[in-house]
């Protein structure tokens, strides 16, 4: 079974640039989360859906993130306009509906770096 | 609100050296605790959980008691090995509407030979 996919592995892009991740969970898991680790501090929640739709999107950072999950399969994240502060990890991670089975399954990370 | 602290590294042990990285959290009700681990290079994986009070987890030589009383789930190994050099992370699962991981801010652990 393949494990979550995230691309690019790193973005190097110029403050005021759009950059766009991408997360493909593990077939079958409806819930996919994304989380973040800016250096040297917590990895930290920021959405997550269950199949197609935001369950909690309470960690976006303010209006430049914009998570979609079309289709309820691979999911991106979009920064736009990108600043330095948005510098970091991005994670990706998926698990299964049932609520029995808590393991998240995470994606090796995208590491964006705003120069 | 719901928070993990555990113990800041850089730590640095030679091989065969006991290990404990100490976690206590904060939490509403009794949520499911992890630790994970970040090897150089790649990403997060689970190395071990525990659901309730009282439950062990364990895998590759590591374990962590959950704590309800001291609300700490500390990893331990008897004898760390040069491939267990990497990031470790203590987490827990919020309970209640979106279940979401908090985690602490990572343990770097370095063995030498």
């Known amino acids: 079974e393949a494990g979550v996919t995230q691309f690019p592995s790193h973005s190097v892009i110029e403050k005021g640039q759009t950059v766009t991740l991408r997360c493909d969970p593990i077939?079958?898991?409806?819930?996919l989360y994304w989380y973040r680790r800016v250096m040297g501090k917590e990895i930290k929640f920021l959405l997550h859906?269950?199949?197609?739709?935001?369950?909690?999107e309470s960690g976006m950072p303010n209006n430049r993130f914009l998570a979609e999950r079309t289709g309820g399969t691979y999911s991106t994240l979009k920064v736009q306009p990108a600043e330095l502060e948005d510098s970091g990890v991005y994670f990706c991670?998926?698990?299964?509906?049932?609520?029995?089975?808590?393991?998240?399954?995470f994606g090796p990370g995208t590491r964006l770096t705003v120069t | 609100g719901n928070s993990v602290t555990q113990m800041e590294g850089p730590v640095t042990l030679s091989e065969e050296a006991f290990l404990t990285i100490n976690c206590t959290y904060t939490?509403?009700?009794?949520?499911?605790l992890f630790w994970y681990v970040q090897y150089p290079g790649e990403g997060l994986q689970l190395l071990l959980k525990?659901?309730?009070?009282?439950d062990k987890g364990s895998n590759k030589g590591f374990e962590a008691t959950y704590r309800k009383e001291t609300t700490s789930f500390h990893l331990e190994k008897g004898s760390v090995q040069v491939s267990d050099s990497a990031v470790y992370f203590c987490?827990?699962?919020?309970?209640?509407?979106?279940?979401?991981?908090?985690f602490g801010k990572g343990t770097k652990l370095t063995v030498n030979p």
């Open positions: 991670a998926s698990s299964r509906l049932d609520r029995g089975r808590h393991e998240q399954y």
């Open positions: 077939s079958g898991h409806d819930n």
């Open positions: 859906f269950v199949k197609e739709s935001k369950q909690d």
């Open positions: 939490a509403t009700g009794y949520p499911s």
């Open positions: 525990a659901t309730k009070a009282d």
């Open positions: 987490a827990l699962l919020t309970q209640g509407g979106s279940e979401k991981l908090v």
